[in-house]
């Protein structure tokens, strides 16, 4: 008996639209035969692949940095008339690791007729919904080359934000690294040296003294330290276990994602941050031309933030109601009064991707700005924490001599 095989096929039917789906047949010659039975044209077929090698490609991460240098080459050479099958075989012989297989395997797809969109969707560890749904605005345009262009400007905006936040936090953590590297080499092993000479003379050890060393002998026990930290590690597993638990409800994820917003400084700073991220996405989105409903809903998954994931999704319900633009997001909260105001300019002038475009770059300023300044006012409490903890220790380790040059 005959196995048959299944494909994946996308044609086009006599009204001219694009279907996709899957046939079993015991070839791929059968396969096609029978769609062009019922379909006016093939525009694809491809045996579906199952094996657990390439599940595990599909899974693979690529960095963010090397995605937006790959997309940027890739608009760069289509844009001087290389094909896609061909741009994406030179970035995968100049690549290595991750980057070399999932480009490799999406050049092999697009060269046996698999559209540049579809052989993405197979590798959702690399790419997320706002690639794919801006490639598919790309393949229907016929613009590729410069919708490459704006998800190279949209992943590259990406990495530099995170990029800025290592930078900023930087120092501060290497401040504080150093400092609790200098406080243990002498807690546990300078002190602990001085502390038979102290014995030796008869001196009663005062009481911020006795702390110091309480605590630095308990740290050395092992008899102490072993169960100790065998309690702390089952605590911190059982810890990441109920959080991955409870994470997968979306009600726990939004109480988690409301107090963070509403937290002094950080929460204002994550706000903006994710409102420069999602009128970022949104404008590209539009400008590569995708509708602003579905912009919204791919913007919904993407936005980082459940707070502002149902707020999207509430304004999305109201455009769909028949609400305008202005008005539904006004009436879901979506974003400050400033920025609606400036997308209510933008709407009425019909360049509501460029305004968009315009608040998320002046937001992104202001992110910049106020990360800046929370690096800059972390160092000075960094410093003082620093100054506490050396002076107690400090005055724990000499309060010893002071009495016993008192008592002679």
Known sequence: MTSLATYSYRVLDKNARILEGTIDAPSALMARTRLRQDYASVLSLEERQTTEELRNLGNRRVSGEDLAIAVRQIATMMAAGIPLARALRLIASGASGALKDVFSSMSLQVESGVSFSHSM?????????VFIRIVESGEVSGRMDSVLGKLADLQEKSVRLRKKLIANFAYPSVLGATALATLSVFVFYVLPLMQPVFHSLGVELPL?????????????????????????????????????????????????HSVVLATPIVGGLIEKSTVARVLFTLSTLLESGVSLG???????????????????????????????????LQSSGAFPEMVLQMIRAGEESGNLDTM?????????????????????????LILMGMGVVVGFITLASFMPMVKLLSEI
């Open 356 to 380: 968009m475009r315009r608040v998320s770059v002046m937001y992104e300023e202001e992110v910049d700005l106020a990360l800046g300044s929370l690096a800059t006012t972390l160092e000075p």
């Open 208 to 256: 911020a003294t006795r702390i110091v060393l309480v605590l630095a002998n308990s740290i050395r026990n092992p008899w102490i330290m072993g169960p100790s930290f065998l309690m702390v590690l089952a605590l911190a597993v059982a810890g990441i276990l109920v959080w991955r638990t409870l994470s997968r409800s979306q009600e726990f994820r939004y109480r988690v």
């Open 121 to 129: 969707r197979r590798h959702p560890g690399a790419f997320d919904d």
């Open 294 to 328: 579905p912009s919204l809903a791919v913007v919904e998954k993407v936005a980082g933030n459940e707070v502002v994931a149902w707020r999207m999704g509430q304004a999305r319900k109201a455009m769909v109601a028949g609400g305008g633009v202005y008005e539904s």
